[in-house]
């Protein structure tokens, strides 16, 4: 991904978010929250999930609304997620080194719009 240099996201979506990601065949939710920052391009946050606790870093592209962050627990399990903005939730997939993969979706616990790009618009 190409960082854009426009990196102010339309609105402070900075704050506590929740979610879940799914794991496993068939896929189960598996619940987490993460305090997330953003800022001039980077994101950075501190979580929990039914693993543990888990910190998180990595880069956002304003432009495209798109994220991507490694999050390492403090266990050492690591994953890699890459994600979309879409109006007030955050959604895309993860994989771990094993070649484990899944879905997430994770949204502010205190809703805030944030506009999504012309093209995934409503018409």
Known sequence: MVVNTATELPGD???QWTGFRNQGTPAERRGLDVLL???G???SGVGNDERGMFVLSGIYDSAEMEFRWDQTHLTGETAAFRGFCEENYIWGIWEDPAGRR???HIQPLQPRVVE???EHAAA
């Open 13 to 15: 979506i900075s704050g």
């Open 37 to 39: 920052q953003f800022r």
């Open 41 to 43: 391009g980077r994101i």
């Open 102 to 104: 899944g879905g997430f």
């Open 116 to 118: 999504a790009r012309p």
